[in-house]
């Protein structure tokens, strides 16, 4: 029998016990702007004190209100699965919900100061200069588009400092998360980590974001790791910018050397494409290598079924350029970096979440229904083969722009190739009809509710609601997967110390430099020694214009960084004083394939596009185009055949014949930023060492010139031989150009480059060549 004394001890343990057990699991901190809340072995919850949401307390656990209903939901319930709570979500929104949901917003600048292109932005219907605005405030378009259109997927360009964007994040998280749902933003962005030729390394650490080469750069090193290692930290530095989706990578296999988006691309092998592919995409969506985190990043890769074999280099972003063209019957290359590479990732998250098509029109390649239009709004491609024969159940996102009308086949506006027939909203509905889920640079959501009723008016209210919840359920798993419905917030401190911080820097660093290759190093010019006297050529810059129309006045300037080269050679002014020449110049500039002029002339419009600085007259092209057939144009046949075209920077040709000159025997060292394949014929020659980059610091340049790092890269395409190899290449087939062969016997073919021992045969080469 216990005592009095033991059956008190024993009540007060039980009632501890009690008292402990029914304590909340959670506890609660203020930051600057929104409330943390820290679930123990659970969920840490964000949420504004601004916004209508309170916390719901469930089995001693904390979970947000976002529906403000004062029941626990289970897309609230951070405890279920992603597909659990998509589902969930899907079935309680409306029509409008959803419709806003399948947006992608057009172009987004923090903060917005507009131009003659996307057109006026206005904070409190001033603009941003006149309005008192902060730079992190939502513009009135911006509260527009996610009060009123829904919208909850946003595409970001530049931003004035990492804090803020984040500051910017936090203000538009705050404002949705009080609205219908409390459907957070998922803000995107295309690739934002390109390298500053003039930035020295140190001086760049901290503050911006890490440089890294280009993807093809990458690419050059023939190393996913190093790819692997970008995808791990661009990810950390795009969410502590707000950033949860890359509109990335490019894996288009690089089959048609003139196109003018070669340089995004990871080169023309399906192999190296591939698994260069999936290590980005790896990098990008798993945390720490474990699956998804609040450090991933969805990756949208782009562009199914691969946007490389535009038909004479022409690009598919105007409608001269809107046929991709197989005369190689190859289609299956193309989507091995696809079917083999993102789609098969060595990670936990399995494959990308969003695919993108191109604007092209895959020409004859829809074998069911035979429709030559877009590849968003073709549903052989979407459904059949996509989803259906390579079973895809990802988001599938349209290319910007491509339900806008086009004025004619030159201006940089809509991009509706092959259904310029049909009306704003009917383009919507046959995109849904194919199987896409979202549409690219969309801010308006009345022409897809226009495009739902058109699909009830056909199959019924049944078939539509339930086609809507299935794209609704695609997109809410991406943001699930992201953790934003938990917390969207950042810490603006920690975002300026994620950003560019100097182990991120170093990374891109070293991958620069492991992605310059030396073509060519005649009586071993190079290394050049330190300290050495370096003659350093001008280089004369044509006056250009941009996609958008804005013109780059001519100038003539200094290549590289003149204070940097000082770092380690004594630059000379007179060519007969120095040791050796430094010559800095870009591939041929040989046009975009069309111009006006040539139709006030009388002539159809197409020009070749030349990869010669020289003169090139299209002898030995197609009699007649592969595609054609533009309701603007009254002919189908695009030919260029006979038409005479020069690279606008020619100059460069003469620069580096013109220093050779100067300097007789003694080196010449050119160094060319190439962004496409060229012909090397007419400068080889003239050169005693050739470095090509493809976007790098010119520090890196340098340490590979003068010795501090040995080059490693090897070319991920081929380089041409001349312009008849390149118009008899096919558009579709990759590796099928004559390599130019020079002086050293050396071919400048796939996976060739040179080290300071001489052509480079390693297990990367015996791997891919």
């Not at 749902?181 to 911006?208: C, L, Q």
């Not at 988006?261 to 945390?287: K, W």
Request: include cysteine.
């Amino acid at each position: 029998m216990q005592t009095i004394k033991q059956q008190f001890q024993l009540g007060s343990i039980l009632l501890t016990a009690l008292v402990v057990g029914c304590s909340p699991k959670f506890t609660e901190e203020t930051k600057d702007g929104f409330n943390l809340v820290h679930n123990e072995d659970g969920k840490t919850l964000g949420y504004s004190p601004t916004s209508k949401v309170s916390l719901l307390t469930v089995d001693q656990y904390a979970f947000k209100d976002l529906n403000q209903n004062g029941t626990l939901d289970p897309y609230e319930d951070w405890r279920l699965s992603t597909i659990e709570r998509a589902a969930d979500l899907a079935s309680k929104m409306t029509v409008e919900q959803i419709a806003g949901l399948m947006l992608y917003s057009a172009h987004q600048s923090i903060p917005g100061g507009g131009n003659s292109f996307f057109g006026p932005v206005t904070y409190g219907g001033k603009p941003y200069a006149e309005s008192g605005a902060e730079a992190s405030d939502l513009s009135d378009a911006q509260k527009k588009f996610l009060q009123e259109d829904n919208l909850r997927h946003v595409l970001i360009t530049s931003v004035e400092t990492p804090g803020i964007s984040a500051q910017w994040n936090n203000n538009a998280q705050a404002l949705v998360e009080g609205i219908g749902m409390g459907i957070p933003v998922n803000t995107s962005s295309d690739p934002r980590h390109g390298s500053d030729s003039y930035a020295e390394f140190n001086a760049g650490a901290g503050g911006k974001i890490s440089m890294w080469p280009s993807t093809l750069g990458v690419a050059a090193s023939f190393d996913p790791a190093i790819m692997k290692q970008f995808g791990d930290v661009a990810s950390q530095e795009y969410r502590a910018l707000g950033i949860a989706t890359a509109l990335s990578p490019q894996i288009d296999l690089a089959t048609e050397p003139r196109w003018s988006r070669f340089d995004g691309t990871m080169g023309e092998d399906p192999q190296l494409a591939a698994d260069m592919a999936r290590a980005y995409v790896d990098g990008f969506q798993s945390t720490d290598g474990n699956g998804w985190g609040n450090q991933s990043v969805n990756a949208m890769v782009k562009h199914w079924p691969g946007g490389g074999p535009e038909e004479g280099g022409r690009d598919a972003h105007f409608g001269y350029g809107s046929y991709a063209a197989y005369p190689g019957n190859n289609l299956k290359d193309h989507l091995i970096p696809f079917t083999e590479g993102a789609f098969k990732l060595n990670g936990p998250t399995k494959m990308a979440t969003a695919v993108m098509p191109y604007y092209t029109i895959s020409t004859d390649i829809d074998t069911k229904n035979e429709e030559n239009v877009g590849n968003s709004y073709n549903k052989y491609l979407i459904t059949d083969l996509l989803r259906g024969e390579y079973g895809y159940d990802g988001v599938i996102c349209t290319d910007w722009g491509i339900t806008s009308d086009a004025p004619n086949v030159y201006e940089f506006r809509g991009k509706p190739w092959g259904v310029e027939n049909l009306s704003v909203a009917e383009r919507h509905y046959k995109i849904i009809e194919a199987g896409c889920d979202q549409f690219g640079g969309n801010n308006d959501m009345g022409p897809v509710i226009e495009a739902y009723q058109m699909g009830v008016a056909e199959h019924g209210e049944e078939y539509m609601r339930e086609r809507f919840e299935t794209s609704a359920v695609r997109l809410l798993r991406n943001i699930f997967n992201t953790g934003l419905f938990e917390n969207p917030y950042l810490d603006v401190a920690e975002t300026e110390e994620t950003v560019g911080k100097a182990e991120f820097m170093a990374a891109g660093y070293n991958a620069q430099l492991k992605s310059i290759v030396m073509l060519k190093n005649q009586a071993k010019s190079l290394p050049m020694e330190a300290k050495k006297k370096v003659y350093v050529p001008q280089r004369y810059v044509a006056s250009t214009t941009n996609w958008f129309g804005i013109q780059t006045p001519e100038r003539t300037e200094y290549p590289f960084n003149m204070d940097m080269v000082e770092k380690y050679y004594e630059v000379v002014e007179n060519p007969e004083d120095a040791d050796f020449a430094l010559v800095g110049i870009t591939n041929p500039d040989g046009g975009v394939g069309y111009d006006v002029a040539d139709t006030e002339k009388g002539g159809n419009g197409y020009v070749p596009i030349s990869l010669q600085y020289g003169t090139y007259t299209a002898t030995t092209a197609r009699e007649t185009s592969l595609a054609g057939g533009s309701p603007f144009e009254d002919f189908t046949n695009r030919s260029y055949k006979d038409k005479t075209t020069t690279a606008s920077n020619i100059s460069d040709m003469a620069l580096v014949t013109e220093t050779k000159h100067k300097m007789g025997d003694k080196p010449v060292v050119v160094v060319v930023k190439v962004s496409k394949p060229m012909v090397f014929a007419e400068i080889e020659s003239s050169a005693d060492a050739i470095l090509v980059q493809m976007g790098v610091q010119d520090q890196a340049i340098l340490d590979i010139i003068s010795g501090k790092t040995e080059p490693s890269a090897l070319l991920p395409f081929q380089m041409p031989n001349s312009m008849l190899t390149v118009e008899s290449q096919f558009e579709d087939v990759p590796r099928d150009m004559e390599p130019y062969t020079d002086s050293a016997g050396n071919s400048y073919d796939f996976a060739y480059g040179l080290n300071w021992s001489g052509v480079i045969d390693d297990e990367r080469t015996q791997k891919y060549k």
